[in-house]
């Protein structure tokens, strides 16, 4: 059984930075997608970034040139470094691993359970 746990987490002023993790655990062998989703109160969950096994990367427009995306395969991991942070920022954030392939199956598609990011002006 995969699972994927994110942290990093947490409260931070305005113009802070923070670096979110996520890292899965079971049998993989490997993920094609990693990317990050964020949820704030009332509205939809909403994509902030991917980055794909051969490193190429997409980001939102409101989150461009602030975060930065990045993954280690060895750890089956991915990272969020988010910079100059804005209160609509706030939200739960997600990551997701897309197209993955276990020992036993594969175009698997995973979600971890989120971690708050609160930004404050």
């Known amino acids: 059984q995969v699972q994927l746990v994110e942290s990093g987490g947490g409260l931070v002023q305005a113009g802070g930075s923070l670096r979110l993790s996520c890292a899965a655990s079971?049998?993989?062998?490997?993920?094609?997608?990693m990317g990050w989703y964020r949820q704030a109160p009332g509205k939809q969950r909403e994509l902030v970034a991917t980055i794909t096994r051969g490193r190429g990367t997409y980001y939102a427009d409101s989150v461009k040139g602030r975060f930065t995306i990045s993954r280690d395969n060895a750890k089956n991991s991915v990272y969020l470094q988010m910079n100059t942070l804005k209160p609509e920022d706030t939200a739960v954030y997600y990551c997701?691993?897309?197209?993955?392939?276990?020992?036993?199956?594969?175009?698997?598609?995973?979600w971890g359970k989120g971690t708050l990011v609160t930004v404050s002006s």
């Open positions: 997701r691993f897309s197209d993955v392939a276990t020992m036993t199956s594969y175009g698997m598609d995973f």
């Open positions: 079971g049998s993989i062998f490997s993920i094609n997608v």
